[in-house]
């Protein structure tokens, strides 16, 4: 079975400080996605990726930043934390879409960040 | 561009009851389709897929055709059970996307 693990369930952080959060995938996939989640909102996508190095940005970047310096490795960067950045935090991966399994996500359990 | 309409939440049955969550959708082509559920204090997992019209995907008992016509992709389930309670997205990946469009979830409840 496909693993997407996030490093941490929940955080409580301070308002102005550098959060970073971690997730890993274990099946080789090419690509890789943050969202954060909200209540009424949906999944809303703030960044991804499709190999290493390479990012794009979603649809709500502001205030984020992401790293990819290996293949199974993604991490989010709140480079300064504000309260507006309190929510549920998704990663997700998927193989190329040319593939037969066609963008079919994978989940992590998501990080509940609390900024205060 | 693409979009998914799901249905308002929450949705609140009892255990036995029959289940349906509609879905629409917009998208250029043809898109494949998706349900996606996310069960309390966990990440969206892959309930069932549809890739062409007319295709019926299942599992866990739940159901959803492909219905090119009205491009909708509704799921159903015929007896729902207290372990259902979560909360269900629909989603689309149009062409060679490598992103999906996700719809905003609708929350299911049901009770003993």
């Known amino acids: 079975d496909v693993k997407v693990t996030q490093s941490s369930r929940y955080l409580v952080k301070r308002t102005g400080e550098k959060v970073f959060l971690e997730c890993v995938q274990d099946?080789?996939?090419?690509?890789m996605f943050w969202y954060r989640q909200d209540p009424g909102l949906g999944l809303r996508l703030i960044y991804f990726?499709?190999?290493?190095?390479?990012?794009e940005k979603g649809d709500i970047p502001e205030g984020y930043s992401v790293s990819r310096e290996k293949k199974e490795r993604f991490s989010l960067i709140l480079e300064s934390a504000s309260t507006n950045q309190t929510s549920m935090y998704l990663c997700?991966?998927?193989?190329?879409?040319?593939?037969?399994?066609?963008?079919?996500?994978?989940f992590g359990a998501g990080t509940r960040l609390s900024v205060l | 561009g693409d979009s998914v309409t799901q249905m308002e939440g929450p949705v609140t049955l009892s255990e036995e009851a029959f289940l349906t969550i509609n879905c629409t959708y917009t998208?250029?082509?043809?898109?494949?389709l998706f349900w996606y559920v996310q069960y309390p204090g966990e990440g969206l997992q892959l309930l069932l897929k549809?890739?062409?019209?007319?295709d019926k995907g299942s599992n866990k008992g739940f159901e959803a055709t492909y219905r090119k016509e009205t491009t909708s992709f509704h799921l159903e389930k015929g007896s729902v059970q207290v372990s259902d309670s979560a909360v269900y997205f629909c989603?689309?990946?149009?062409?060679?996307?490598?992103?999906?469009?996700f719809g905003r979830g609708t929350s299911l409840i049901v009770h003993p």
């Open positions: 099946m080789d996939h090419e690509n």
């Open positions: 549809a890739t062409k019209a007319d």
């Open positions: 997700a991966s998927s193989l190329d879409p040319s593939t037969i399994a066609k963008n079919i996500q994978y």
């Open positions: 990726s499709y190999d290493v190095k390479m990012k």
């Open positions: 998208a250029t082509g043809y898109p494949s």
């Open positions: 989603a689309l990946s149009s062409g060679g996307s490598y992103i999906p469009t």
